[in-house]
């Protein structure tokens, strides 16, 4: 933590005076990632992608001789490995290109191309599951006994959970005809999103013009000044409210779309059809919405605290992110960043420690906003490339200090599952991934509560906590709910419109926000601007993770060697066992309700501290 002079994110000023994001080509490479690790250049991804769209071909020779032998069976999913791992390269550094600047037509187009023959090499490869699922299950159990399949074991028996929702070789290879037609949505989504929705400029808190953007809503959100939030907040969700019925169109065929999908392969609901790969019980998703909502009186004593200190006489949505005491003594340089979060992993180990710091020094990241580049931040690790990381770095918010964090940690289990599983086991699932995250979140909060020296630093640090929390696991809940109602409300015969999908929103605000929250006609139009609707039921999973990962930093930091290497085995099984297996193994049992129980008692442990530290 810092008070001293802060090398701010790249801008610049033009003739008029208004502060706006730099061009891509004005973006120093320094502050770029690097991509080298995947392809030097497009000329040596043009080449792979042409070797790798002949070589889908092959599968051919495979066709309808899977339950032939054990060799004939090994030597495909070899054949299908390879070629996946040759893909995960191509389509990987495609999608990085694009999110540099979504209005870049040669990498929109450089996508596009790979999404075709991905369709494509799906469709080729669609007669593996249905011949495997054809084998007699005496013969396949002959089969698994050679050693030849014994790298394949894990993944066949695997497969065969799938069998009551496999359908035929040719209606497999209709389904994956459709891949490239079922991204629609989503892809009208983001091109909306973050190409062509433009918005104005606005004065911050000091009177500085600066343009309203994805990347700084956040950082208008932040202002202590109520009049530069409203502002923000009215012209930014305007713009959500001139597209609303696209975005409803869209986010409907979202919904429609995991529909058909889950009532083609049988499924009783897209929801048990979300559920199904991880083996993760409807119970787990049920509960995690039940507990949370049996501790919403402890959010909504939380608002309550927020009101009295920011002195507010209703409360309303752009309220609820500004921080109680100004974090901006807190800033953070990237360099202090990487220091600060490489420090508070030192629990970890040397090894883990040397090689995150390595990366986040060096071009792992691509760190600050510029125009068109994709909002947000992501982790995006493959086999054989550097874990990348997306920011929108600024030094003046302190919660992106926690996502550099929270992103790291995706990258380092990214890391050591590549370099302890092979291909077909090392990429782990979404379930686990947000404890590896967000593990590395809480150790950060115990690094920096130990460099504080005053009660009200200690309270800026809890109310970000409370925040962190609220966000991750009340917040992550919330859309949760609505991703099960809205999906349910459809299964109904109810269609997706924008009426039924913001009268649930509307509901859900007033459940889970309180009686102190004041609900306006842009406020239900969030639920319009939130990508991860787009791959429905994912973000219970950051609730789930976040409970994990409180249990697990506790684990960790108050034990000894055995917990450590526990917890290391874990970022290393990559997804050489089913999720709830492999937390179990890490220490925690996520089909009890004990680590969310664990979680809302700490929130309102935090909320009693904070009301005192406050008074």
Not at 439 to 445: A, D, G, H, I, Y
Request: charged share 25%.
């Amino acid at each position: 933590m810092t008070s001293a002079s802060v090398k701010k994110k790249p801008k610049t000023k033009q003739s008029d005076g208004v502060e706006r994001l730099p061009k891509r080509s004005a973006v120093s490479k320094r502050d770029t990632w690097d991509l080298e690790s995947l392809f030097p250049n497009d000329e040596a991804w043009e080449k792979a992608f042409k070797k790798w769209e002949k070589q889908i071909a092959g599968f051919a020779q495979f066709r309808g001789k899977l339950g032939l032998s054990a060799k004939s069976l090994a030597e495909c999913l070899q054949f299908d490995a390879d070629l996946d791992r040759v893909a995960e390269r191509i389509g990987t550094y495609s999608f990085l290109k694009t999110t540099e600047d979504s209005a870049d037509a040669t990498y929109q187009r450089m996508k596009g191309r790979f999404m075709g023959v991905a369709s494509r090499a799906g469709q080729e490869a669609s007669f593996i599951r249905p011949e495997i699922l054809a084998i007699p299950p005496k013969q396949l159990d002959k089969l698994l006994a050679d050693k030849q399949l014994a790298p394949w074991r894990l993944a066949i028996e695997r497969l065969v959970r799938f069998r009551p929702h496999t359908l035929s070789t040719d209606e497999e290879r209709l389904l994956a005809m459709q891949t490239e037609m079922a991204q629609t949505s989503d892809q009208t989504f983001h091109q909306l999103h973050d190409a062509d929705m433009k918005f104005p400029v606005i004065k911050d808190e000091k009177g500085r013009q600066v343009e309203l953007s994805h990347g700084t809503y956040s950082r208008f959100m932040d202002s202590p000044d109520r009049g530069v939030r409203q502002e923000a907040y009215e012209k930014y969700y305007g713009r959500f409210a001139e597209n609303k019925h696209t975005l409803a169109a869209t986010l409907g065929g979202s919904i429609q779309k995991d529909i058909y999908y889950a009532k083609a392969r049988r499924y009783e609901s897209a929801l048990q059809g979300a559920l199904f790969a991880d083996k993760v019980p409807m119970s787990v998703y049920d509960n995690l919405i039940a507990t949370v909502s049996d501790h919403l009186p402890t959010l909504h004593r939380y608002y309550a605290l927020r009101n009295k200190v920011l002195k507010l006489k209703k409360f309303s949505l752009y309220d609820q992110y500004v921080p109680l005491l100004p974090e901006s003594k807190l800033k953070h340089t990237w360099d202090e960043a990487v220091e600060a979060v490489t420090a508070s992993l030192a629990p970890l180990g040397a090894e883990y420690t040397k090689v995150l710091g390595a990366g986040l020094r060096g071009r792992w990241c691509d760190r600050y906003p510029n125009q068109g580049k994709q909002s947000g931040a992501f982790s995006c690790g493959t086999f054989d490339g550097d874990p990348y990381i997306l920011m929108n770095y600024q030094a003046e918010v302190l919660d992106h200090v926690f996502t550099l964090a929270h992103e790291a940690g995706h990258s380092m289990h990214s890391y050591y599952s590549a370099k302890n599983q092979p291909f077909q086991y090392y990429n782990y699932t979404i379930f686990v991934a947000e404890v590896a995250s967000t593990f590395n979140e809480q150790l950060l909060m115990r690094h920096l509560l130990t460099k504080v020296k005053n009660d009200e630093d200690r309270a800026i640090l809890i109310n970000r906590e409370l925040d962190g929390i609220r966000g991750t696991i009340f917040r992550q809940t919330m859309f949760a709910d609505f991703e099960k109602r809205t999906h349910a409300t459809a299964e109904a015969g109810e269609p997706p419109t924008l009426q039924s999908l913001t009268s649930i929103y509307r509901e859900l605000l007033a459940k889970y926000l309180g009686p102190a929250l004041t609900i306006d006609d842009l406020s239900v139009l969030e639920c319009l601007r939130i990508p991860h609707f787009y791959r429905a039921f994912y973000v219970y999973k950051y609730a789930t993770g976040l409970s994990a990962a409180i249990a697990l930093a506790e684990r960790v930091t108050s034990g000894g060697k055995r917990e450590l290497e526990e917890y290391l085995g874990f970022l290393k099984g990559g997804c050489s066992k089913f999720p709830l297996e492999l937390l179990k193994d890490a220490g925690v049992d996520m089909e009890k309700p004990a680590p969310v129980e664990a979680a809302m008692k700490r929130f309102g442990k935090l909320v009693d501290e904070l009301g005192k530290l406050l008074k």
